[in-house]
Structure formats: C-alpha cells, structure tokens
Nanobody, 121 residues
C-alpha cells in the first residue's frame, strides 16, 4: 500500500511564506513525475507545479517566480516552497505522484489527503 502524506500547511499573512512537504511510503519501485495541485474554495482542482525524476520542473503561470518545487529522490519526498503568498493562493494543496510499485509491478497515480493553506489579506 502506497501512501502520500502532506505537511506544512497553515495560516499565513499575505506576503508570507510556507513550505509544504509530501512524504511517500510503501512498496515503491520508482517514482516518475511528482507534483502539487490545489483546489481553491468552490473551484476545481488545478495544477501548481510538477517535477520529473530528472528534476525538470513545470509551473502554473499564476505561481511562477513565487513557488519552487523540489524533490529528494533518495527520500522519495517532494517539497513546495511558497513565497510572496497572496490571498488567491488559499486552497487545499494536494501532492500527486506517478509511482511504480514493487509487487505487483504496476504504475499508478497516487494522491495525498491534502493540506489547507490559508492566506489572509
């Protein structure tokens, strides 16, 4: 059984920073793309950023220059450093990973349970 557990969310004032972490566990053979998504109140889930195993990154236009995604391949962990936060960044943030498990040898997309980020004005 694979699990993704996010941490680091909370309440912060506009202009502040937060760092999200997502730790994976289970019978993992390999992890390809890892990413962060968010779901603002009353809206659909949207892409925030992704990072490949080679550490190639991709960002939503709304967070470019403010957010940085990174990963530790040894620890199978992905991070999201969020700076210059704005009230419109308020959302539940979800971790996502394309994971190939050991037994059975199978590749699936896994999601974390989400962590709330609230930015006050």
């Amino acid at each position: 059984q694979v699990q993704l557990v996010e941490s680091g969310g909370g309440l912060v004032q506009a202009g502040g920073s937060l760092r999200l972490s997502c730790a994976t566990s289970g019978r993992i053979f390999s992890i390809n793309v890892m990413g962060w998504y968010r779901q603002p109140p009353g809206k659909q889930r949207e892409l925030v950023a992704t990072i490949t195993s080679e550490k190639s990154t991709n960002y939503a236009d709304s967070v470019k220059g403010r957010f940085t995604i990174s990963r530790d391949n040894d620890q199978n962990t992905v991070y999201l450093q969020m700076n210059s936060l704005k009230p419109e960044d308020t959302a539940v943030y979800y971790c996502n990973a394309d994971i190939t498990t050991v037994a059975p040898l199978r590749k699936l997309a896994y999601w974390g349970q989400g962590t709330q980020v609230t930015v006050s004005s």
